[in-house]
T-cell receptor
Framework: DQQVKQNSPSLSVQEGRISILNCDYT??????FLWYKKYPAEGPTFLIS?????DKNEDGRFTVFLNKSAKHLSLHIVPSQPGDSAVYFC???????????FGKGTKLTVNP | DGGITQSPKYLFRKEGQNVTLSCEQN?????MYWYRQDPGQGLRLIYY???????QKGDIAEGYSVSREKKESFPLTVTSAQKNPTAFYLC????????????FGSGTRLTVV
């Protein structure tokens, strides 16, 4: 029973264009969402987060949007750069839980 | 520099042997976690600990054991009972309470030969 779903295993975009990575969740108790970026053979690094009281959070080229009614969040990267090529994990946490639940990841490739 | 250190980076084990993966953090984080990553599987939780001398099973604890004798350290033992131990293992830590994400180590690649 997958509570956090990233339905696109991979995404390819051109340098300079927008990358949109999507994530859906099923647990309505989740109230904090994060995106992590991971390069091969390295640990994930935190990218951006959003709490359920907001519907948007922006940090430089990265923006996360949260649609609570649809239980959907998305990460926008504008403009995309070749260095953004990595696997992106969506994660969620709920009240009273100290664990993060991760999606399976989306591999982003930004072509020069 | 504060951080979380996993060692070794690569580890080879013969079938039937136990092996222990090290995880140390100097971030003064309360909680520590072990995840396993397999291709196409994302990150799956093995064990976690919120306080010294206490830990809980995650989603795939069978064949693994942990200890938390010090706040800074959370070693993971992969026992011979683990049927498919070859994987990339990630350790993470976080502060408890509030909205805090994990800080991850750089991982240990375990290969059974």
């Amino acid at each position: 029973d997958q509570q956090v779903k990233q339905n696109s295993p991979s995404l390819s975009v051109q340098e300079g264009r927008i990358s949109i990575l999507n994530c859906d969740y099923t647990n309505s108790m989740f109230d904090y969402f994060l995106w992590y970026k991971k390069y091969p053979a390295e640990g994930p690094t935190f990218l951006i987060s959003i709490s359920s009281i907001k519907d948007k959070n922006e940090d430089g080229r990265f923006t996360v949007f949260l649609n609570k009614s649809a239980k959907h969040l998305s990460l926008h990267i504008v403009p995309s750069q070749p260095g953004d090529s990595a696997v992106y994990f969506c994660a969620a946490s709920g009240r009273g839980s100290e664990k993060l639940v991760f999606g399976k990841g989306t591999k982003l490739t930004v072509n020069p | 520099d504060g951080g979380i250190t996993q060692s070794p980076k690569y580890l080879f084990r013969k079938e039937g042997q136990n092996v222990t993966l090290s995880c140390e953090q100097n971030l003064n984080h309360d909680a520590m976690y072990w995840y396993r990553q397999d291709p196409g599987q994302g990150l799956r939780l093995i064990y976690y600990s919120q306080i010294v001398n206490d830990f809980q099973k995650g989603d795939i604890a069978e064949g693994y054991s942990v200890s938390r004798e010090k706040k800074e350290s959370f070693p993971l033992t992969v026992t011979s009972a683990q049927k498919n131990p070859t994987a990339f293992y990630l350790c993470a830590s976080r502060m408890l309470g509030g909205f805090y994400g994990y800080t991850f180590g750089s991982g240990t690649r375990l290969t059974v030969v």
